[in-house]
């Protein structure tokens, strides 16, 4: 066990030191100046290039670089938005915060319809309702996800008017990001109507994380029907049946809990989908998240952004696939390796 | 029987055989199978078929709506779009170029991948769980996100959106070549044909590789509906092919101007997106059930 | 279909609790206006893009003169009224008192708006030896453009609320730029604050004004956000809030003004007109435009500086078509860079034919190789002047085709956009200008003249003595007639040596919900919310 939670803290380090290297490698890859690339200062002359190009440890080698590198991202010190001139550590925390919490919505309907109507459409595998679920997971499976943000947006928006299209809150509500979660940071300001802000940020949210949401559930009910169909095939329930219980037994005592193992894992694969997905969606309804951020830093060129939103992100996703593996580990000792089954 | 027969002589299918068999039977498999076909045709024939050049403006046609709306002519079938181009030829070439790159994107990234992964497979020595994992970790790095990276390093364009695609979908061929690598030489036969003295070239070749070819096909089809996905979407947001290119997303990026005016600019292409990836995912489907029939019968 | 498909999103919306309440009078008390892109700056001294001049000049700074919206007369504003001298070179203003500087969380002033104010603004461009002239660049190119710091002799304190101005030669146009969006008056004290503090730049970037609107808060790409200044000297009945929503899509502009995120909108697209028209919640205002959208040749790069090739490169498009096909006929030809509503304008002008056979002998006899390519930048906003310039930019590759040139076109972010062209990186670009006041010599100075060079809004990098004595001769006279005929000189000068191709004169659109009271289309600049607001 310990053991088990020492690996995965070491893996955890060593794939964050890698994802380090790639970003402090970006500002040599990126056109334009190492320097500016690694600090979003454009030096005023030549005086304060030297001084920030030893501060930096230009001078010597890749690795004492890469050092310096690590201790300023430790310190807090990411460098400055060669766009907007803010901190970028700044940036990120404001921009982060939003996807995830994008995102956290968008899995969470998936789980809560996608795991269900799995279970169900598994139970009832082969008959007409599971050939409809499964047609209808498969159809919402291929939406090119902005397209179906954009037909949204055209049905409940422009035609029937029920949600706006912009944002996560109407801009005349004044309320200050402190956590950078919206519906806490509405909950924390006190100059506003909270019932009244509460609900235009629901109806904000409501069209993103259907977009979102939408192709992650089907995904998951895919993955679901999968899982219960592999498990109503296996000879314990064949044993349980001829002990004769019914069916809704079998289900609740050896198909939820067996069925729920694999889907873990697949799961994490969800989550790399479910956080590109919101990256796009981001940009269509613009929300004021990572992916919003990322597309305007490379529409404007803005490299510093870049590498560092390259490395917050990257690290966000990891940290979740590892998180989730390690939880599946846990719960699922008979597993001696990460295995990745098929949708 | 009319025919006497001395021996009996049972029909044995190839495995393949058993397999199209199994897919043909499915209505719903064999359709996708058909609309499939035709996004094929249209990308293979397209300047056969394509009624006029994708990129030939014409100043006097702009907007002309699609020839079932009362305002729209027959000349075009699909409509115009702003600069006046023929939407149905712009989204027959945009067909071949997003399902082409596709194409391409998928075939690369399975070469390379099923290279890494043979030789992480077969050579025993790397028995290293930080590799397994590291890669892991790495496959989870959003396509979108190496997308911008690449973008940024070599500007925008449709060949670099599809270097970022195929190393994004590196992994997943390296992962499962891996494990399935790794599996089967665990098996006796592949024991047997060593105990013959066959080197690991051979046994790759003549063992694993065929045993492979289908866990290829399914992963390929998953693969190929990521690669046209993710194309459309980077030419959507104008990371990946550049105007004036008739590539599906960014045809219906360009639509997006003309969206109140002219709908079908927006429409067309992302339907026509839709169900080439929905025939893709429906052809996937049926493959990865018929196999699963002929193993399990 | 509908009917099911609202029914489930009814359901949903019960269930969440998350219907749409607009009518609440929350939402009325602010006005959001839907913008599209980031200012520059806050302050309209420093840059001369509508962008920047929409976000501050009207909302947060008040001028000491403004054109009348109606009749374009120069009407007071922070000064009561003005006196010119006999010799037409000194002017007197007398300003307005008890106007109060915005008290915000970064700075509350001690004494109201008088003489010392007026001076600090005009000095800060004016003199290189302000304290704050290198602040945020040390470039004022509207200023620079026309050049009026160097006419400008003395600016003196007469008394707290009285200041005279000394001109070294006559400008008829010196009151017209007195009125332009650019003209802002900023508070000496914030100033002197900032000075002490050590942070001078801050003027620039936390905003103080006289103006109907106090500035709160920027965050790029995405909001800035203002509030009522209730000590506004003009007791105007403006919105309790103005947001500005940043969104450069023109399209989901439209979209969020039919769902009510936005009450107004920047820059309806040409295609998008009917729509609005159609609409019935909807309001549509439009006035012709005193602007113009243009086709530039850097004239410092070989060959573009041989007015030969400029010549067949005008000949080789064809400006109907860009026309029909850019402005959807919201727009009329030009033919020089004065539109239709300029007093000046000369309906005999010369005017550029579409000729290729022309084109492609001139450009033989230039030397230009048959393989020649070069670059066209076409600006990544809208403007009324030129509501998409890829589309023109590939329209004109097409043509460029047809005589023998491969063109490519460029295009990056604004920002990088026109820093890009300000180091003159490009062949040819398609942008254009909207006036910032009525005055011809807001056209054919700022675009043109050698001093426009530094300043960067020479596109062309195009400098001719000629053409500036020209234009220095036309100010200097109040003869309406005889300016006429040397701005008829200059269209004539400027037709042989082509610097750039005027293409279209674009009407001016605002759309607006019908919620909206007070909403007037300024032809002058930038756009006005003070006297804005929404009815309940």
């Known amino acids: 066990m310990i053991q088990v939670l020492l690996r995965y803290v070491v893996l955890f380090t060593i794939t964050l030191v890698v994802l380090c290297a790639m970003s402090f490698s970006l500002a040599y890859l990126f056109p334009g100046d190492v320097l500016e690339n690694l600090t979003g200062i454009s030096p005023q002359n030549e005086f304060q290039r030297a001084a920030i190009a030893r501060q930096l440890g230009l001078e010597q080698n890749y690795f004492v670089q890469f050092y310096y590198y690590l201790e300023r991202l430790l310190a807090g010190d990411w460098g400055y938005s060669s766009a907007s001139g803010l901190p970028l550590l700044e940036e990120v925390s404001v921009a982060l915060p939003a996807t995830i919490e994008l995102s956290t919505y968008a899995m969470f309907m998936a789980i809560v319809v996608g795991i269900p109507l799995g279970y169900y459409a598994g139970v009832k595998c082969y008959s007409t309702t599971d050939y409809t679920l499964n047609s209808l997971s498969i159809t919402t499976y291929s939406f090119p996800v902005f397209w179906f943000a954009l037909v949204l947006i055209l049905v409940f928006s422009l035609q029937l008017d029920v949600a706006p299209i912009s944002g996560r809150l109407s801009l005349l509500f004044d309320v200050e990001s402190v956590t950078g979660f919206i519906m806490i940071d509405i909950l924390l300001a006190d100059n506003i109507d909270h019932g009244l802000a509460i609900r235009d940020a629901l109806s904000h949210l409501f069209l993103p994380t259907v977009a979102i949401g939408a192709i992650t559930t089907a995904a998951m009910v895919r993955i679901t029907r999968r899982s219960v169909i592999d498990v109503m095939q296996?000879?314990?329930?064949?044993?349980a049946r001829s002990r004769g219980l019914s069916s809704w037994q079998i289900f609740f005592r050896h198909v939820i809990r067996n069925a729920l193992l694999p889907i873990l894992p697949l799961m994490a694969i969800q989550i790399t989908t479910l956080i590109t997905n919101a990256m796009i969606v981001e940009t269509l309804f613009s929300w004021p998240g990572i992916g919003n951020w990322l597309l305007q830093a490379i529409y404007q060129q803005d490299y510093p952004a870049l590498r560092v939103g390259m490395l917050a992100v990257s690290a966000l996703v990891v940290t979740l696939t590892i998180i989730v593996d390690l939880f599946n580990r846990l719960i699922d000792p008979s597993r001696d390796r990460f295995e990745r089954g098929t949708i | 029987m009319a025919q006497f027969s001395l021996y009996e002589e049972e029909f044995h299918p190839s495995p393949w055989q058993r397999t199209w068999a199994a897919f043909r039977s499915s209505h719903i498999a064999f359709i996708g199978l058909v609309i499939l076909a035709?996004?094929?045709?249209?990308?293979?024939?397209a300047p056969l078929l394509a009624p006029y050049s994708p990129l030939e403006q014409n100043i006097d046609g702009l907007l002309i709506a699609p020839s079932w709306q009362s305002s729209g002519s027959i000349v075009h079938l699909f409509g115009t779009d702003a600069l006046g181009r023929d939407v149905f030829s712009r989204i027959i070439y945009g067909c071949r170029i997003t399902l082409g790159s596709g194409l391409i994107t998928v075939v690369l990234a399975l070469f390379?991948?099923?290279?890494?992964?043979?030789?992480?497979?077969?050579?025993?020595?790397?028995?290293?769980?930080?590799?397994?994992?590291?890669?892991?970790?790495?496959?989870?790095?959003p396509t979108l996100l190496i997308a911008i990276i690449i973008v940024a390093i070599l500007g925008a364009g449709l060949v670099n959106s599809m270097w970022a695609i195929t190393l994004a979908l590196i992994p997943q061929f390296v992962h499962h070549t891996r494990s399935f690598v790794r599996n089967e030489m665990k098996k006796q036969y592949i024991l047997a044909s060593r105990l013959d003295g066959a080197s690991p070239w051979q046994i790759f070749t003549h063992s694993i590789l065929p045993n492979m070819s289908e866990m290829l096909v399914v992963q390929g089809s998953l693969a190929l509906s990521i690669a046209v996905i993710d194309i459309s979407a980077l030419g959507f947001l104008n990371l990946g092919a550049q105007a004036p290119l008739p590539e599906l997303g960014a045809i219906l990026a360009d639509g997006l101007d003309v969206a109140y005016m002219a709908p079908w600019n927006v429409a067309l292409p992302g339907i026509t997106i839709f169900l080439m990836v929905l025939s893709i995912n429906i052809v996937g489907d049926g493959l990865r059930s018929a196999l699963r029939k002929r193993v399990t019968h | 279909m509908r009917g099911k498909l609202s029914a489930i999103c009814l359901g949903l919306l019960l269930i969440s609790g998350c219907g749409r309440n607009v009518e609440h009078t929350f939402y009325t008390s602010g006005v959001i206006y839907c913008s599209e892109s980031n200012p520059i700056t806050f302050n309209p001294q420093l840059d001369t893009s509508t962008t920047t001049?929409?976000?501050?000049?009207?909302?947060?700074?008040?001028?000491?003169?403004?054109?009348?919206?109606?009749?374009g007369q120069i009407t007071p504003s922070l000064a009561s009224s003005w006196l010119i001298s006999e010799d037409g070179l000194t002017y007197t203003f007398q300003l307005r008192k008890n106007v109060k500087f915005h008290t915000t969380p970064y700075f509350s002033p001690s004494r109201n708006f008088n003489a010392d104010d007026v001076i600090f603004s005009i000095n800060r461009w004016r003199l290189a030896s302000h304290p704050y002239h290198e602040v945020s660049g040390g470039q004022y190119p509207y200023f620079d453009s026309i050049g009026?710091?160097?006419?400008?002799?003395?600016?003196?304190?007469?008394?707290?609320?009285?200041?005279?101005?000394?001109?070294k030669r006559r400008d008829s146009s010196f009151l017209a730029n007195l009125a332009t969006d650019f003209s802002v008056i900023l508070s000496a004290e914030y100033g002197d604050n900032l000075l002490v503090k050590g942070v001078p730049h801050q003027i620039d970037i936390k905003p103080i004004g006289t103006g109907p609107y106090i500035f709160q808060d920027y965050r790029k790409d995405r909001f800035i956000r203002y509030e009522r200044n209730e000590e506004h000297w003009k007791q105007l009945n403006s919105a309790q809030a103005l947001v500005f929503d940043i969104t450069p899509r023109s399209s989901l502009r439209l979209a969020k003004l039919i769902t009510q995120e936005c009450d107004a909108t920047a820059f309806p697209a040409q295609t998008e007109l009917d729509v609005i028209r159609t609409n019935d919640e909807l309001t549509l205002a439009e006035k012709p435009g005193l602007n113009i959208g243009f086709w530039a040749f850097n004239t410092e790069k070989a060959p573009f500086n041989n007015p030969d090739v400029r010549r067949a490169l005008a000949a080789a498009i064809d400006k109907n078509t860009l026309l029909e096909a850019v402005y959807f006929d919201s727009a009329t030809r030009a033919k020089t860079l004065l539109p239709t509503a300029s007093w000046a304008y000369q309906n005999d002008a010369d005017d550029t034919a579409y000729n290729p056979v022309l084109a492609r002998r001139l450009l033989s006899d230039a030397g230009v190789p048959p393989d020649f390519s070069m670059t066209i930048w076409a600006m990544p906003v809208k403007r009324a002047y030129n509501p998409n310039a890829t589309k023109m930019a590939e329209l004109i590759q097409r043509y460029l085709q047809d005589v023998g040139i491969d063109a490519e076109i460029v295009t990056?972010?604004?920002?990088?956009?026109?820093?890009r062209l300000q180091d003159g990186e490009h062949d040819s670009v398609l942008i254009g200008w909207s006036a910032d006041n009525g005055d011809p010599d807001n056209f054919y100075r700022p675009l043109l003249?050698?001093?426009?060079?530094p300043s960067g809004t020479n596109r062309a990098m195009w400098c001719n003595q000629d053409y500036d004595r020209l234009l220095d001769e036309a100010i200097e006279t109040n003869d309406i007639d005889e300016r006429r005929a040397i701005y008829?000189?200059?269209?004539?000068?400027?037709?042989?040596?082509?610097?750039?191709?005027p293409i279209a004169h674009a009407y001016r659109y605002q759309a607006y919900r019908n919620e909206l009271n007070g909403m007037s289309i300024n032809p002058f600049g930038g756009v006005k919310f003070g006297g804005v607001s929404k009815t309940e």
């Open chain 1, 234 to 239: 296996r000879p314990y329930i064949a044993a």
């Open chain 2, 38 to 45: 035709f996004f094929v045709m249209f990308s293979l024939f």
């Open chain 2, 112 to 141: 390379i991948g099923v290279s890494i992964g043979t030789i992480a497979g077969m050579l025993s020595g790397v028995r290293s769980s930080i590799v397994n994992h590291l890669l892991d970790a790495l496959m989870a790095i």
């Open chain 3, 53 to 71: 001049a929409d976000a501050t000049s009207h909302q947060i700074y008040d001028k000491l003169l403004v054109f009348d919206p109606d009749t």
């Open chain 3, 148 to 167: 009026l710091a160097d006419n400008i002799e003395t600016v003196e304190r007469i008394n707290g609320y009285r200041i005279e101005i000394t001109l």
């Open chain 3, 412 to 419: 990056y972010d604004w920002l990088t956009f026109r820093k």
């Open chain 3, 449 to 453: 003249s050698c001093g426009a060079i």
């Open chain 3, 488 to 501: 008829q000189q200059v269209n004539r000068l400027l037709f042989e040596q082509q610097p750039l191709v």
